[in-house]
């Protein structure tokens, strides 16, 4: 059974921190480049970091400096660690493989976990 499953998400005060988890299936996670990605109420899903396989990574510039993304191989695990929150970084988190290629779908659509809902108060 194909698996997306983000969490970790909560409720935390500006200049806090949190730490997400992701695990996924195999046949998304092995080998492949995955990233975190966030949709703010009323706003489009926007990608907020990548890692390689081999632990390469790449930040959007309104979280780089604060965010850090880790995997582990063996669990089929990413993270996300987000430091100094800001009320702008309130949005569900998800994860997924970067390349659509790489993704499953299901009804000719991309499949997504429930993602993990984070909510930074001011």
């Known amino acids: 059974q194909v698996q997306l499953v983000e969490s970790g998400g909560g409720l935390v005060q500006a200049g806090g921190s949190l730490r997400l988890s992701c695990v996924a299936s195999?046949?998304?996670?092995?080998?492949?480049?995955m990233g975190w990605y966030r949709q703010a109420p009323g706003k489009q899903r926007e990608l907020v970091g990548t890692?390689?396989?081999?632990?390469?990574?790449n930040y959007a510039d309104s979280v780089k400096g604060r965010f850090t993304i880790s995997r582990d191989n063996s669990k089929n695990a990413m993270y996300l660690r987000m430091n100094s929150l800001k009320p702008e970084d309130t949005a569900v988190y998800y994860c997924?493989?970067?390349?659509?290629?790489?993704?499953?779908?299901?009804?000719?659509?991309?499949?997504w976990g429930a993602g993990a809902l984070v909510t930074v108060s001011s």
């Open positions: 890692i390689t396989s081999d632990g390469i990574t």
């Open positions: 997924n493989a970067v390349l659509r290629a790489r993704r499953v779908t299901k009804n000719g659509m991309d499949y």
């Open positions: 195999g046949i998304i996670f092995r080998g492949n480049a």
